[in-house]
Antibody
Framework: QVQLKESGPGLVQPSQTLSLTCTVS????????VHWVRQPPGKALEWMGK???????YYNSVFKSRLSISRDTSKSQVFLNLNMLQIEDTAIYYC????????WGQGVMVTVSS | IQLTQSPSLLSASVGDRVTLSCKGS??????LAWYQQKLGQAPKLLIY???NLQTGIPSRFSGSGSGTDYTLTISSLHSEDLATYYC????????FGAGTKLELK
């Protein structure tokens, strides 16, 4: 059974770094790409980046050098780090599998506020 | 690639045939997916590669299109279909449309 689950802090201060974890089960990270997608309150979905099955990473240029994605295949975990947080980064953050996002985690709400 | 969904809000009645539109700023080469998102839930994949129904999705949902123009059709609206629908292209990077909110008339 394929599952993805996001975890991380619910509240982060501006200018700080957000660190999220996506823990997957039911498939190996070495076989599938895992993506991060976010959704600000009341707004549309936004693709952030992906960890390919082979370890390569790709990022939405909107995030420039603020975003990094990594993984630990032994723990079946994919990590997101977003630095220099702004109020506008307040959103639900999802991890999802494969190029057409066939499975999604439940999402984690992150609020950027002082 | 930018995606434009229309309408942004659609009011319909149970049993209606409903059509949602998604237009790309350039050719998407059929790499177009549709998602349903209910309030407080994660998006759910309905259709991938333009017209492929995801496993477990009712057959009243169908997709069509080519080039820059794509459509999601619900043949007979059920009350549980009330949600926001997003299209997404994965031909060149990944971009989502702004969504169509489907509500009861």
């Amino acid at each position: 059974q394929v599952q993805l689950k996001e975890s991380g802090p619910g509240l982060v201060q501006p200018s700080q770094t957000l660190s999220l974890t996506c823990t997957v089960s039911g498939f190996p990270l070495t076989d599938y790409n895992v993506h991060w997608v976010r959704q600000p309150p009341g707004k549309a979905l936004e693709w952030m980046g992906k960890m390919r099955y082979n370890g390569d990473t790709y990022y939405n240029s909107v995030f420039k050098s603020r975003l990094s994605i990594s993984r630990d295949t032994s723990k079946s975990q994919v990590f997101l780090n977003l630095n220099m947080l702004q109020i506008e980064d307040t959103a639900i953050y999802y991890c999802t599998r494969r190029g057409y996002f066939e499975y999604w985690g439940q999402g984690v709400m992150v609020t950027v506020s002082s | 690639i930018q995606l434009t969904q229309s309408p942004s809000l659609l009011s319909a009645s149970v049993g209606d045939r409903v059509t949602l539109s998604c237009k790309g700023s350039q050719n998407i080469n059929n790499y177009l997916a549709w998602y349903q998102q209910k309030l407080g839930q994660a998006p759910k994949l309905l259709i991938y590669k333009t017209n492929n129904l995801q496993t477990g999705i009712p057959s009243r949902f169908s997709g069509s299109g080519s080039g820059t123009d794509y459509t999601l059709t619900i043949s007979s609206l059920h009350s549980e279909d009330l949600a926001t629908y997003y299209c997404c292209q994965y031909n060149n990077g990944y971009t989502f449309g702004a969504g169509t909110k489907l509500e009861l008339k």
